[in-house]
Every structure is written in C-alpha cells, then in structure tokens.
C-alpha cells in the first residue's frame, strides 16, 4: 500500500512539475510596435487638415483635433479649452475662403512617443493675396480607438 501511495505521489509530483514548467500558451501573437505605422498615420492627420482647409472646409480641419473639452489650443498670448471653443475662434479668424488662404506645413518632425502618443513640430503658411502669415506649431496626438487625433495645439506666429 505505501509502494502505491509513494508511486502515486511520484506519478503526481512528475506531472505537477512538467505543467509548471510549459509556458503558457498565447491565444494570439501580441503586434510588435512599429514606429514608422505611427509617423505615418500621424501625417495622414495632417495632410487631411490641410486638403479640408485647402477646400474652406474648417470643420472638416477640426476633424483632426479630439472633439472633447480636454482639448488644449494655445496661441498668442491664449489658452483655450475645448473643441468648440478652438472651432469658433477659427470660424472668427477666417471668416471666408480669403482669409483662410492656402494652407501649406513644413518642416514636419514627428517624434513618436508610443504605440499610442505622438508628437510633431512644424512650421505653417498661409498664402493670401494680400500677405503670407507663417509660424511654428507644436502638438500632441493620441490615438482614441482607430483615430490619431489632437488633444494639444500650441501654435505661434
């Protein structure tokens, strides 16, 4: 009876110690990170402001930016707070398809920051008939669900 029972206990320690040591099978392959996905989809972002400027559609531009009141604008000696706020003084400054002129960004550096947070510097200019207003932008974006989107705009001129 011990025999058994020392059998058993050995036949049962013996299989305790294979189970432990097999790592744990993985339902589905985690993705690796890829920087270089994440530049470009930041980019896309932008590129699609400037075609919705570029055709006077500012809400289109606004698209871009997280709709939520945790958006931060700052420009000029101003901070703004909120999607609707940052629309409204778009709509004010730009008026018409004059004063918006032609939207161009330059010099883009997209620093990515994680699988879910990026960051670009660049320059913007604006081409009108009557002046070419230029300055230097920095923001931030994250991703919220499938979207890249601007949570901070600080953009001077």
Do not use: K
Not at 15 to 27: M, R, T, Y
Request: proline fraction near 4%.
């Amino acid at each position: 009876m011990r025999r058994r029972f020392a059998a058993g206990l050995a036949v049962l320690a013996g299989l305790l110690l294979s189970i432990s040591c097999e790592p744990p099978a993985l339902e589905e392959p985690i993705p690796e990170f890829d920087p270089q996905t994440v530049a470009a989809a930041v980019l896309e972002v932008l590129d699609l402001q400037v075609e919705a400027w570029n055709d006077g559609d500012i809400d289109g531009f606004m698209a871009g930016y997280l709709n939520s009141d945790e958006l931060r604008f700052t420009s000029g000696n101003e901070v703004r707070y909120g999607w609707r706020l940052t629309r409204q003084r778009y709509h004010e400054r730009y008026p018409d398809r004059a004063a918006m002129g032609t939207l161009a960004f330059e010099n883009l550096d997209v620093r990515v920051l994680s699988e879910h947070a990026a960051n670009v510097f660049g320059r913007f200019r604006l081409t009108r008939e009557s002046d070419e207003p230029t300055g230097l932008f920095t923001l931030l974006l994250e991703q919220h669900g499938e979207q890249w989107l601007i949570v901070a705009d600080h953009t001077s001129q």
